[in-house]
């Protein structure tokens, strides 16, 4: 089946974006730092990422693979909605907590409900991974138990303040199997396997 | 000269205590998750820790090759002032603050500066580095401008809640340049240097 797989670069410190993130600015103030691997400007056309070293390629190229994309609503309207086209066409499943009067554009489609945005994505990928999208999204995601696994680059910078990947979460542990972890003298590239609520211990 | 090293054993998003940590539960509610690898319980002698496995035990064994400690009031009240002697007797230095009334035990000593504390620390290590311990005294010193080095050990489990290595920090961007990443199936030991002032590049 097919896996829905989070990819995030993030600071050693955990912030996915600089503060005052917005429309104009999605990595918020200095969070371009983050993916300076990447040489990617703020807003630029995903599929036309260049990347800066082999490594970073290779894990950019595997997120670019994927056969559906599931994001949050403040990811996809920070992107400009990709103008309905993230990558490659692939279908886009946007978690909203209302439907918006406009339609989706392009390949998006608006969803309320985590699970069948899941099921939804997992089936419209086929036989690929399901790229996720957005760190709220991710938390859904996450505490729906419907998150597989995640690719994290770690940037060797504390950005002090921002947007946190993990904020805000229930005090449930939530253990991990790591997958691999990718040479590159300067991202650290981590992959996780999200150990299913079956298999977790909790705290005391 | 002197090098001051922070070791932390982190979970991937950020924690080094569950919630409700105290003099009762050092690493408070769950987190001896944390410390699995080392089999190390709460409040135990430092210098008695076994480890479960090797590159941990690599890890530790530096921990405790240092020539003197750097804590936090917090962290040196909370692990029962270790009877004064946290490993081979060496000096211990403990940023509080206000002085107590009453004096430090063993080999401990109050200090209220940051620059003091570490000069002091540096001085009496020698040739060997400076063990700094405690969340609060990391940020005061990294702060300051005179922490060196981290050896973050990152655990593969999310806590969701308790309290953060990283918080409530200043926005200024802090590069850091890898030292190493030691490979261990399980924890992902890293060590980062980090970048002086001088060095470093601040968001726009």
Redesign the interface.
Known sequence: MSSIVLYMWMS???FIA??EDGPEQGLG??GE?LHQALALDDGADPASIRTADVVSAQVLAEAMDTGAVLTGRRTFDHGGRWNGDHHDGVPIFVLTRSIPDEPAPGRARWVTDVHEAAALARNAAGDRDVLLHGAEAARAVLDAGELDEMS?QIV???????R???ED??????????VR?L?D??V?H?R?RVRKADDR????
Chains 1, 2 share one sequence.
């Open positions: 050693l410190d955990g600089g503060p103030r200095g730092r994290l060797p910078v504390l950005l002090g303040q921002g946190r990947l993990f979460m229930p005090g449930e542990h939530v253990e991990l199997d790591r972890v040479d003298p300067e650290l981590t996780y211990e909790g705290p005391r």
